[in-house]
Each structure stands twice: as C-alpha cells, then as structure tokens.
C-alpha cells in the first residue's frame, strides 16, 4: 500500500477515535444539566486533545501492522 494510504488510515483512526470519546464525553456531560454550554464546550476540546495524545501510540501500531 502506499505511504499515503497509511498515513490517511492513520490519521483518520485517531481522529475518529477521538471523536468518538469526545462525543461520549458531551452527551454525558450534558444530560448532568449542572454545567454550562462554556463548560461543555471546552470540556469536549480539552478531551478531544486528551484522547488525541493517548490513542495515538495506542493505534497507530495496530493499523500499520494491519496495513502492511
């Protein structure tokens, strides 16, 4: 496969990841109804970075392998 195909799995694995963790994190976040949209908004940012840097190095090694 080609480097760019690789790259493209990887990246798109962590973002969607990411996403995903950051979704869960809102919808429960918000049925709480004790913060504020700030709160959440930021919240969602903080652990989107968060899930970012710690799934990285948790899947990137996994797609390459499946990739090769």
Known sequence: MGS???RAALMG????ASSIVTLLFYVAA???EQYTPTDL???SIW???L???ISSPLL???VRKRMR
């Open 30 to 32: 918000s049925a709480s």
């Open 13 to 16: 694995s962590c973002l969607l």
């Open 4 to 6: 760019t195909r690789i």
């Open 60 to 62: 990137i090694p996994a």
């Open 47 to 49: 652990t989107f970075v």
């Open 41 to 43: 908004y930021l919240g």
């Open 51 to 53: 899930a970012t840097i």
